[in-house]
Every structure is written in structure tokens, then in C-alpha cells.
């Protein structure tokens, strides 16, 4: 029996028991189970243990159940049956409107499984055993790459694991070719990979070898075989993860390009509901995840070009809301943009300052609180690179002490020695800065350049010396072709 423990079953909402017209009927029969909870669920986006349940129904004495519905969203994809001890179950394929027979033997699952009027769910279970086969046969690969004892004995077993691994990937096609258009065949398509032309390729019009042929095909054919006007596919354990290995691996990690390929696959699956909608959620949560600087910028594209247009028509006006309000704060302060103007008291001076009047090659802009634990930490470090590798490129640091009354900030300054700073505070909250540079936790460092223009955000200590590197290097570059 194929058991799992399933630690995540989320509740999407029950369906009212009716004769099925658009929606399902599922009729199960297990001799061997009485008097037990049987649950609906399906995938979405992810695989296991990400399931999420549909329905239920009681298997009654004579070991029957039965599901009903006539929902008109239902859609289909890969769903399991899920017993009550919520580790034993089987998947199978489903369509809207259709109507199952299913048989299951408790002892032999997932392959104990036989299905009345579904001779797609009949082949499917031919794939399980399939797949069973061929597991074993790559299990057996892996043992015997432990036990080899000379690289030629590897290098044959690698061979063999190889020719195995084709064995898959001819299955699926022939099947594809045999039943086109079907669920299972473009469960398939969504599997495969890119092959890559075998041979030595050249670039149009030179004659030497192309090195990003590899890159460039692989990324040009990742999403020719998969079917994004197909919204069951949210419905099985794959989207997910060919996002993530698509974007991570394919994609070079600039704004410019997530924005570009965001539009891309979203234009692909615009027409369908969940895979639009799993599309525009899944590029959000990732750039606002992201530990890449500048995806900010990326959030706020998606908002002003997406959600903004009607795009997250899932949303409630309030959560659409906090989306724009979110992009508002952010916009002013991506990195490429003007640095806004703060205009604030010096603490020693008492003279207003100007954050654009600020004459250095490099402006360090840092919020911080003395009270706050990380700030303590953090801006004694952040002096220790300014004096060893910061302070003789030209770069100055302009503070601003968010919160604090003026003689704790003058201690903590006086304690950590950062006196050669430009060191000012708002006691009035009138310098506008919080929105302006979306400060809402401390230390909060941005890099500015000699035009005041943001060259860097959410930096540290050990981050910001290695930009003023990366950015005079690039300066170098720049200037270098122009005198040649």
C-alpha cells in the first residue's frame, strides 16, 4: 500500500450533494472498509503534501460511497480519494461532468484500483504500473552504482540508467501521439523536458561553435509541450515546480527579465481562471520573497500593469487595495529612481539638512533607532567598513534616527563613535521619510550615487562594500570604452 502522511489538507469549501450535471459523480466501492470517512482532494499547483479537500463522503456498511456534484467550477485535473487515517489513498483522473465507478481493494493500493466507464483512468493505472516498474528498475541502477568497483563499471551502469530513464520519456510520448488532446497526454506534455539537438552548433553568420546554444534552446523550448489553456493541470503536482525550476535557473535575475517573463507566461495562460490567477500569484509571492535587491521594482510592475488592470480578480477590494498601497510606498524608492528629498534637523547643528545637497560619490543613507537591537549591532559594524574600505571611495553616510529621544540618539552616536557621520533626527515627524523610503523595521540602508540617484537598497554591513565595488567597476568599464 502506497501510505504518506499528508500534513497539510486545507478546507476550499464544500459542494452540495445533487444529481451531477457539470460537476462529478463518483460512485466507490471498497468491500474492505466500513463505516469510514472518505475525502475528495486535488492538488494545486504543488505536490504532496500541499492537498487540498473538496468533498467527503461516509463509506456506508456494505462498504459504499458516493460524491455528487453539480458545481459549474469544477474543472477536473489529478484528485485522490483519501481514507480517514488520511495516509492511504489513490489518485485518479477527472473531467467535468464525469461519472465513476471505482472498485478498490484496500490491501493493494494505489495499483488495486479499477475504474467502470473511464477508459482514461484504466490507462492511467497501466502508467502506475508503469511507473512501479521503472522505479525499481532505477533503485536497482543506484545499488549497483554503489557497489561498482571500476570507472568502466560505472560509466556502464550509468548507460543502462540512462537508456532506462529514454524508456519514460517514450512512454509518455507515444501516449501523447496515441490520445492527443486528453488529460493524461497533456499531463505528460507538462512533464517533459527539452532535447536538446545532439551535434555542434554555430551562431548565425560565425563560424565557431555557439556556447549559450545549450542555454538559449533549453529556454526557448521549456514551455512548448505544456498546455496553459488547460486549467486542470493546476490540478496535479507540476506548475509549481516548473515555475520555480524555469524562473531559478533560466531566467537571469534582473527586474527587467521577471517583468518580461512574467508578461510572457502570463499572456500564454490569459483565458483561463486558475492558471492566470496561480501565474499572477506565484510571480508576486516570489519577488516579494526574493533576497535579490531590486524585486521590489518587479512587485511594482506586476501591480500597476496587472492587478491594477483587473488582473487579480480574485481579490476583495480591501486585500486589492493593500497591493496598490503596498507598490505606492515602494515606486519612489526602486532602485534606478531619484532619491526622494528628506529635509530633517542635524542633531549637532540643529541646521536643516538636505539629504540632495549632500556632496559625495556615494551617499549611505541609513534609518536606524538606538534602541533597536539590530541597529546596535549593526551600525558599529557598518563604521568598521565605512573606515577600512568605504571612506577613501568617496562615500559618506547621512543618518536618520527614526525614533528616540535626542540624548539617547547623542549616547548611542557618542558610544559607537559615529560622529564623522552627518547625524540627524525628526522629533517632529515632519520629514516625510517614512513613506518615502518604505521604512517600517530599522536599520533600513540605501546606497545612493553622486546624483543622488538609488543604487542599492535593504543593504548591511556586509553587503554594501561589495556594491560600491561592483558599481566603480562598472563606472571603469564605462569610461574605459569611451576613450577607445
Not at 312 to 317: E, H
Not at 329 to 358: D, F, M, R, S, W
Request: hydrophobic share 35%.
Amino acid at each position: 500500500m502506497n501510505r504518506i502522511i499528508i500534513t497539510a489538507v486545507l478546507l476550499l469549501g464544500m459542494a452540495n450533494p445533487s444529481v451531477a450535471r457539470e460537476g462529478y459523480h463518483i460512485r466507490l466501492k471498497m468491500p474492505d472498509v466500513k463505516d469510514s470517512m472518505v475525502y475528495l482532494v486535488h492538488y494545486y499547483g504543488k505536490a504532496l503534501p500541499a492537498i487540498y479537500k473538496r468533498d467527503s463522503a461516509r463509506i456506508d456498511k456494505k462498504g459504499v460511497a458516493e460524491f455528487n456534484s453539480n458545481d459549474p467550477e469544477f474543472i477536473g485535473g489529478i484528485y485522490m480519494l483519501l481514507l480517514s487515517d488520511r495516509s492511504s489513498y489513490f489518485e485518479f483522473l477527472i473531467s467535468k461532468g464525469d461519472d465513476l465507478s471505482i472498485t478498490a481493494d484496500m490491501k493493494k493500493l494505489p495499483e488495486g484500483v479499477k475504474f467502470a466507464n473511464s477508459p482514461e483512468n484504466e490507462r492511467f493505472q497501466e502508467y502506475v504500473s508503469f511507473l512501479k516498474t521503472f522505479g525499481a528498475t532505477q533503485e536497482k541502477f543506484k545499488r549497483e552504482l554503489g557497489e561498482a568497483k571500476t570507472a568502466a563499471d560505472t560509466s556502464n551502469i550509468r548507460a543502462r540508467a540512462a537508456a532506462s530513464a529514454k524508456d519514460l520519456s517514450i512512454y509518455r510520448r507515444s501516449y501523447s501521439d496515441k490520445y492527443p488532446n486528453t488529460l493524461l497526454a497533456n499531463i505528460f506534455n507538462a512533464l517533459q523536458s527539452p532535447q536538446i539537438p545532439e551535434g555542434v552548433h554555430y551562431p548565425a553568420d560565425v563560424v565557431t561553435t555557439d556556447s549559450n546554444f545549450v542555454y538559449s534552446y533549453y529556454k526557448t523550448h521549456f514551455w512548448d509541450d505544456f498546455n496553459f489553456q488547460d486549467d486542470r493541470l493546476i490540478h496535479t503536482p507540476i506548475f509549481d515546480a516548473k515555475l520555480q525550476e524555469y524562473v531559478s535557473k533560466w531566467v537571469y535575475p534582473y527586474p527587467d527579465s521577471l517583468e518580461k517573463e512574467a508578461d510572457f507566461l502570463l499572456q500564454k495562460a490569459r483565458g483561463t481562471k486558475e492558471l492566470f490567477k496561480y501565474t499572477l500569484w506565484w510571480f508576486t509571492r516570489y519577488v516579494e520573497n526574493s533576497k535579490i535587491m531590486g524585486m521590489d521594482e518587479v512587485f511594482v510592475y506586476l501591480v500597476e500593469n496587472h492587478y491594477m488592470k483587473g488582473d487579480g480578480f480574485w481579490l476583495t477590494n480591501d486585500d486589492l487595495n493593500k497591493y496598490i498601497d503596498r507598490a505606492m510606498k515602494i515606486a519612489p524608492n526602486v532602485i534606478g529612481n531619484i532619491a526622494p528629498e528628506i529635509k530633517v534637523p542635524n542633531l549637532a547643528t540643529k541646521n536643516e539638512e538636505h539629504l540632495l545637497n549632500q556632496k559625495a560619490r556615494y551617499t549611505m543613507l541609513v534609518f536606524y533607532s538606538p534602541t533597536c537591537g539590530h541597529c546596535q549591532h549593526e551600525l558599529p559594524a557598518l563604521d568598521s567598513v565605512y573606515r577600512a574600505e568605504l571612506k577613501n571611495k568617496g562615500v559618506k553616510v547621512f543618518t536618520v534616527a527614526t525614533e528616540g529621544s535626542e540624548q539617547s540618539i547623542k549616547d548611542f552616536i557618542s558610544k559607537n563613535k559615529l560622529e564623522e557621520w552627518t547625524n540627524t533626527w525628526d522629533p517632529d515627524h515632519s520629514g516625510d521619510w517614512r513613506g518615502k523610503y518604505d521604512v517600517y523595521s530599522t536599520p533600513t540602508i540605501y546606497l545612493l550615487n553622486e546624483k543622488k540617484i538609488i543604487k542599492g537598497k535593504r543593504l548591511d554591513h556586509t553587503t554594501v562594500a561589495g556594491l560600491v565595488d561592483m558599481l566603480d567597476r562598472i563606472a571603469s568599464s564605462k569610461t574605459e570604452k569611451q576613450k577607445s
